[in-house]
């Protein structure tokens, strides 16, 4: 298995132009909420096995990771259950809206997504944001 600071580094080499940077920085947050969302409006059953499937993945890559994952996921949950009368809408529209937003970002550096290659960068998209966030911040938390 490839290490965290590998995949992200694989996965930086399709985000190199910095409008497709900041249109990921809104867009996997939006991608994800709509997911988590999606499966929270089902059952918040379905949407903690989910989560807990995704954090054995983050837990075998970084310990950090995980417990950054867990918080921004804890987060995204706090924030569904404010809008659960509307929580379905509003998770389609935050799937929709992210994934057009992707597809601008990747029109717009003319590289495909990384998750073509292997589906496993779906969940290093998260961890792309925050380290993205965390280095503007001067902070490199992903170092080896």
Not at 53 to 77: D, E, H, N
Not at 118 to 131: A, K, Q, S
Request: aromatic residues 14%; glycine residues 6%; contains cysteine.
């Amino acid at each position: 298995m490839k290490t965290l600071s590998k995949l992200l580094q694989t996965y930086e080499t399709c985000h190199k132009s910095p409008v497709n940077e900041i249109i990921h920085l809104i867009s996997i947050p939006l991608i994800m909420f709509g997911i988590l969302g999606g499966l929270y409006f089902t059952h918040p059953l379905v949407a903690l096995f989910f989560v807990v499937f995704c954090m054995f993945y983050y837990l075998r890559l970084s310990f950090l990771a995980t417990l950054l994952m867990v918080l921004w996921v804890t987060c995204c949950i706090l924030v569904l259950r404010l809008f659960e009368d509307q929580l379905l809408m509003i998770s389609i529209q935050c799937f929709i809206i992210g994934w057009i937003g992707q597809a601008i970002g990747h029109f717009i550096e003319g590289k495909r997504p990384s998750f073509f290659d292997d589906l496993c960068f779906l969940l290093i998209g998260p961890l792309f944001v925050i380290n993205v966030l965390t280095k503007k911040m001067g902070i490199n938390i992903f170092k080896d």
